[in-house]
């Protein structure tokens, strides 16, 4: 088994290249629109479980010709995740605080996303995986996994290895069908915490959402409403967008999909699955140290639970297997100690904890598709009037 880490910038973010990337996208893109001043401002707005809003953040903090709208579920990130947003002072990054998951905080983004009329006027946009440009970066990840991990690549037909993929919004799985698709021969196994819908999809072909959502050791995966994997489905149903559209309409408007036997089928066929618990994430964690002194996060655990199950259960011995690592365990510190370990905090973490906070509440009950409207129309209308928000 090889973990390759798809953390790569210089804070222990959860940063993969495709984010990276993406977050570059704007300066270049932006570049003509700042040159010239233009009136309309252009706003990336996004909801986070915990990592993408920190990463986000960081690619555009002090940027001229962009503003940055992130929101988080508060108490249901770890500290260190929200410290790492709600500390920027910049005047143009602002951070909400949402009393709810961010399964709760997608959907008024959604919304805000479809009024086409509202996003062309303010310039809305998005720097995690509803941006195509992060999932187009990060098929690459499977391609050099693949690459590292091969035993040969003078036989043909080319040999096949294992990708576990740690699995929350499902970007990074998608990333992985689209390799498939482009003939890449990888076994994509999509690893979930409790929070199991993309588990149940690809076993039972139930695509339902539970009743609520679980709040476990992996916060950043914590998620039942996996927007991408309508892209998954796309994908692998011969890209039928008639389908689709009825599926997910059938979706939003019950909270319950079963997918057609032969959507299913083809599913299952490249994307098989696991679910674990935060019991398993510790003893994960606490295993992967004592036999390799390597300290994972604890969503990296989650994929490399699965290759000690298949260990012990004796399957696929022969067959290359790679892990995706997400993140840094510093980020992790609860989880770190219920695995009787020690965390190991960079100097930069300790910094975050003296600063001073900034973030405005959304409440339970409020409206927060409105609250994001106003906020979105008063960075433009300021723009316009060259003041800071």
Same mark, same amino acid.
Request: glycine fraction near 6%; include cysteine.
């Given at each position: 088994?090889?973990?390759?880490?798809?953390?790569?910038?210089?804070?222990?973010?959860?940063?993969?290249? *495709?984010?990276?990337?993406?977050?570059?996208?704007?300066?270049?893109?932006?570049?003509?629109? %700042?040159?010239?001043?233009?009136?309309?401002?252009?706003?990336?707005?996004?909801?986070? =479980?915990?990592?993408?809003?920190? #990463?986000?953040?960081? #690619?555009?903090?002090?940027?001229?010709?962009?503003?940055?709208?992130?929101?988080?579920?508060?108490?249901?990130?770890?500290?260190?995740?929200?410290?790492?947003?709600?500390?920027?002072?910049?005047?143009?990054?602002?951070?909400?605080?949402?009393?709810?998951?961010?399964?709760?905080?997608? &959907?008024?983004?959604?919304?805000?996303?479809?009024?086409? *009329?509202?996003?062309?006027?303010?310039? +809305?946009?998005?720097?995690?995986?509803?941006?195509?440009?992060?999932?187009?970066?990060?098929?690459?990840?499977?391609?050099?996994?693949?690459?590292?991990?091969?035993? #040969?690549?003078?036989? $043909?037909?080319?040999?096949?290895?294992?990708?576990?993929?740690?699995?929350?919004?499902?970007?990074?799985?998608?990333?992985?069908?689209?390799?498939?698709?482009?003939?890449?021969?990888?076994?994509?196994?999509?690893? &979930?915490?409790?929070?199991?819908?993309?588990?149940?999809?690809?076993?039972?072909?139930?695509?339902?959402?539970?009743? =609520?959502?679980?709040? %476990?050791?992996?916060?950043?995966?914590?998620?039942?409403?996996?927007?991408? !994997?309508?892209? &998954?489905?796309?994908?692998?149903?011969?890209?039928? #967008?008639?389908?689709?559209?009825?599926?997910?309409?059938?979706?939003?408007? %019950?909270?319950?999909?079963?997918?057609?036997? *032969?959507?299913?089928? %083809?599913?299952?066929? &490249?994307? $098989?699955?696991?679910?674990?618990?935060?019991?398993?994430?510790?003893?994960? !964690?606490?295993?992967?140290?004592?036999?390799?002194?390597?300290?994972?996060?604890?969503?990296?655990?989650?994929?490399?639970?699965?290759?000690?199950?298949?260990?012990?259960?004796?399957?696929?011995? =022969?067959?290359?297997?790679?892990?995706?690592?997400?993140?840094?365990?510093?980020?992790?510190?609860?989880?770190?100690?219920?695995?009787?370990?020690?965390?190991?905090?960079?100097?930069?973490?300790?910094?975050?904890?003296? !600063?001073?906070?900034? =973030?405005?509440?959304?409440?339970? *009950?409020?409206?927060?598709?409105?609250?994001?409207?106003?906020?979105?129309? +008063?960075?433009?209308?300021?723009?316009?009037?060259?003041?800071?928000?």
């Amino acid at each position: 088994m090889q973990q390759i880490n798809t953390a790569v910038s210089s804070s222990p973010d959860h940063n993969t290249q *495709g984010k990276h990337t993406t977050h570059c996208m704007p300066r270049y893109q932006l570049a003509p629109i %700042t040159t010239r001043r233009a009136s309309t401002p252009h706003t990336a707005c996004q909801g986070t =479980s915990g990592d993408t809003g920190s #990463s986000a953040i960081e #690619s555009v903090r002090g940027m001229e010709g962009v503003d940055i709208i992130v929101t988080f579920p508060k108490g249901r990130c770890t500290p260190v995740q929200e410290l790492q947003m709600t500390t920027v002072k910049e005047d143009n990054v602002h951070v909400f605080a949402a009393d709810g998951t961010s399964d709760d905080i997608d &959907v008024p983004i959604r919304k805000l996303f479809s009024d086409a *009329g509202f996003v062309e006027q303010h310039g +809305l946009m998005s720097l995690n995986s509803v941006n195509w440009a992060r999932i187009m970066v990060q098929v690459a990840h499977f391609f050099y996994a693949y690459f590292q991990c091969a035993p #040969s690549l003078e036989n $043909s037909p080319l040999p096949e290895v294992e990708i576990v993929v740690p699995t929350g919004g499902a970007g990074n799985i998608t990333a992985g069908c689209v390799a498939v698709k482009m003939g890449l021969p990888v076994r994509l196994v999509a690893v &979930v915490n409790e929070n199991d819908i993309i588990h149940r999809a690809v076993q039972l072909g139930d695509f339902s959402l539970s009743e =609520s959502v679980k709040h %476990t050791l992996a916060p950043a995966i914590d998620i039942q409403d996996p927007y991408n !994997m309508e892209r &998954v489905f796309w994908l692998l149903s011969g890209m039928d #967008s008639s389908l689709m559209k009825g599926l997910m309409e059938e979706f939003y408007s %019950t909270g319950k999909l079963r997918l057609p036997p *032969g959507l299913h089928k %083809t599913v299952s066929e &490249v994307v $098989s699955s696991r679910s674990v618990t935060d019991r398993d994430i510790v003893e994960t !964690m606490r295993r992967c140290w004592e036999e390799n002194h390597y300290l994972l996060c604890p969503h990296s655990a989650v994929a490399v639970q699965h290759h000690y199950q298949q260990q012990q259960q004796l399957k696929h011995a =022969s067959l290359p297997r790679c892990c995706l690592a997400t993140a840094s365990a510093a980020k992790f510190q609860d989880a770190v100690l219920k695995a009787g370990l020690t965390p190991e905090i960079p100097a930069e973490i300790r910094a975050l904890e003296t !600063m001073v906070t900034h =973030s405005t509440p959304m409440r339970r *009950g409020e409206c927060w598709e409105g609250i994001l409207r106003e906020k979105i129309e +008063l960075i433009s209308s300021t723009r316009k009037g060259g003041n800071s928000v």
